[in-house]
């Protein structure tokens, strides 16, 4: 087999294929490779390794790239995103500068709610070309897959709209999108005083989600105030029978149990977590539900970080995320939440690598195609403009990536799109 691109000369190649623990809390065992080369065919990777490309690889028409000793790290998968939607939420900012409570200004109307407002009135071609807009951008930073929420549309017509948008996106733009509904985002406006009707309307929106097929994932906001333990357990269910793989925002200002429901249904992954109790931490342990950790969030609302480091040393799986939305975390930039990971979680940088690369794949249940670099799994990976991996967390606030690759072709070259 021949290859149509070899990348060589590259400095350090983080695969990000996962080694054996040296103990449970050992989550730094991922492979790096010193002076490596990677061989591509078509979308996948053919050959990786340390020291020259196998010459038997290259003829007439193959591409060669030279990484100039630089660091090479598979594409980063975000995992938990709220992508499509429209309108901004700046108004609030005074509020939030007060010290009124996320969940108090979503009690007054304003909020996930008033994005509804918008997104309802939205077109969809506005909603693809904001979200498209913001794929660029997560694309220079080295983003090369996406999860996409709905779950701003809170009827069937607005969340169809959105979920529809994800599919569009996914066949225009070169970022892959994993599309997930989130119906059980909020209640909306129209309901609020008839919680019931309104999950009645959830589990018809469930079944016309499957049958026009718009989405993998069913994640739902198990909040205080918003949907309760009971509530999302029953929710979770239907779309567990509906076919649809499960997710859960838990945990994420008030301390309801919800991953210990994450457990109890194993659900994919768990989000947020900043209040898990010690036994939800058990709970995700023992059923191997991923953790996504979404500390931009914390930051933004100027709230606590999830007890990370603890997690890990239960073991955990631990996965990390923008969150990006229009409320809680207007935030696109994965690098800022990686900067966040390192100063103020006290993840290293290869515990950081491995969350926001293979972690965040299993996340998305896409493990066995992307997420590390190895032979046979897809060729979605970026080169750092760096010799030193622990120079990406040293120098804050900025965009190291240089170049973004996704399934074998560049995308970004020097910081620019190509594509
Ligand atoms: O993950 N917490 C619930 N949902 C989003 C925020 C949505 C919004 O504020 O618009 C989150 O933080
Ligand atoms: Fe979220």
Avoid: W
């Avoid at 290859?3 to 065992?29: F, H, P, Q």
């Amino acid at each position: 087999m021949k290859a149509d691109l070899i990348v060589y000369n590259i400095g350090t190649l983080v695969t990000s294929k996962e080694l054996e623990r040296k103990s449970i809390g050992d989550m730094e065992n991922i492979e790096v490779l010193k002076n490596a080369y990677i061989a591509i065919e078509k979308e996948n990777i053919i050959s990786i390794g340390e020291g020259n490309y196998p010459v038997e690889l290259k003829d007439e028409k193959t591409e060669l790239f030279n990484a100039e000793g630089k660091v090479i790290t598979p594409g980063i998968v975000d995992s938990h995103t709220h992508l499509v939607h429209y309108g901004s939420r700046e108004n609030e900012l005074p509020l939030k500068i007060k010290g009124v409570p996320y969940l108090e200004i979503l009690k007054q109307g304003g909020g996930i709610l008033s994005t509804v407002r918008n997104t309802r009135e939205a077109s969809k071609e506005q909603l693809f070309n904001k979200a498209y807009e913001v794929l660029n951008r997560m694309a220079k930073f080295g983003v090369t897959t996406v999860e996409s929420k709905s779950g701003y549309g809170l009827n069937m017509e607005t969340e169809i709209k959105q979920l529809e948008v994800n599919k569009e996106l996914n066949k225009k733009h070169p970022l892959e999108i994993i599309s997930t509904f989130l119906g059980a985002h909020a209640v909306p406006e129209e309901y609020i005083n008839d919680k019931k009707k309104y999950i009645e309307e959830i589990i018809k929106m469930l079944k016309k989600v499957k049958e026009k097929d718009l989405a993998e994932f069913c994640d739902i906001f198990c909040e205080d105030s918003v949907f309760d333990i009971e509530e999302s357990r029953y929710i979770l269910n239907e779309a567990k029978k509906e076919g649809f793989k499960l997710k859960i925002h838990a945990d994420e200002i008030v301390s309801l149990g919800g991953a210990e429901l994450a457990g109890e249904l194993q659900t994919v992954s768990a989000e947020h977590l900043m209040a898990i109790s010690d036994k939800g931490i058990d709970e995700l342990v023992k059923n191997k539900v991923i953790a996504n950790i979404l500390p931009a969030t914390s930051f933004n609302l100027g709230k606590n970080y999830a007890p990370v480091r603890k997690m890990i040393n239960k073991g955990v799986t631990v996965a990390l995320s923008t969150d990006y939305n229009p409320g809680s975390c207007p935030c696109e930039n994965i690098q800022f939440v990686m900067n966040i990971a390192s100063a103020q979680i006290k993840m290293t940088p290869l515990e950081i690598i491995k969350a926001t690369t293979i972690n965040g794949a299993k996340a998305i249940k896409k493990e066995n195609k992307i997420g590390s670099l190895e032979v046979g799994k897809q060729a979605d990976f970026i080169i750092y403009d760096t010799h030193n991996l622990n120079y990406i967390f040293y120098n804050i606030g900025i965009n190291h990536v240089n170049d973004v690759f996704k399934k074998g072709k560049i995308i970004v070259k020097n910081k620019k799109l190509v594509f």
